[in-house]
């Protein structure tokens, strides 16, 4: 309680530090419970295509047998880019506090000569500043809590069709056609891939024996996710944040204490 209650004096006093900081935080947390958001739906979506195409197998044995594999490595290449992006985030949070907690010092550097001429030892100094940030973090996790409630559905459904366009972009709009073509023996069907939009106007199968076409074998909705699991998303995520700009902040103190700022004589 008492921490909370420092922090609170101290965002209340450095208004404009407190809210460029939150700002930062609330930025860099919702980037990464959207990645994650991204991640899981792209997982979702993977696992429902798999599933219709299995059964698509047992009712066409000449299906595409290349395409099971072809789905999978666009499957592994996506998360990879997600991936990337997640840790790129990562790392480019703890620069960011880094730059943002000198800038901060620099502003309080009148507090640390004080607590310096009263023999308030450098690892104290370190802590209470880092103690005054808890109050931004606990506010900029109450923030995007709210913004992913009340647009839980919108930002379901974004991340769903930017996955969608991922996966066009790396078929090259090359999408599976079901046809049939006729054999000495008998008709059978077979599927191949053929340039056509994604979205395009489905290709009914003539016999009626396949329940999806080129359409709707990709078509995907994801219902909504349970606050629960948003909840734990966005947990998740503020947790590594937390790590990332302690961490990230604690070096930017550190590195303005010890090598930027001299210590004032104390006057008598």
Known sequence: MTTLTQSYKA????????????????LLLFLLTFISQLLYSQEA????????????????????????????????????VYNNFYLATLLISVIGF???????????KEEIYTMQNIGIKQGTILKHFLMDLLLPM???????MLLFLIFQ???????????????????????????????VSASKKTVTKTKKDFIGPATPVKSGLSPYNETTLFEFHVSSNSFRKTFSIILSNFAKLCLTSLLGCLLGFYTYTSLFLNRRPQTV
């Open 98 to 108: 880094f730059l943002l907690s000198i800038y901060i010092a620099k502003h309080r």
């Open 153 to 183: 559905n919108q930002l379901i459904n974004r991340s769903v069709n930017i996955n969608r366009e991922v996966v066009n972009n790396y078929f090259e709009e090359e999408l599976l056609s079901i046809h049939e073509t006729n054999d």
């Open 11 to 26: 965002a209340k006093y450095h208004k404009k530090l407190s809210i460029i900081f939150f700002l930062v935080f609330s």
């Open 45 to 80: 979506m993977m696992t429902f295509i798999l599933k219709k195409w299995d059964y698509l197998k047992t009712i066409l044995p000449q299906a595409n047998t290349h395409f099971n594999e072809q789905l999978t490595n666009s499957h592994q290449y996506i998360t990879s």
């Open 138 to 144: 606990i506010v900029s996790l109450s923030f995007v």
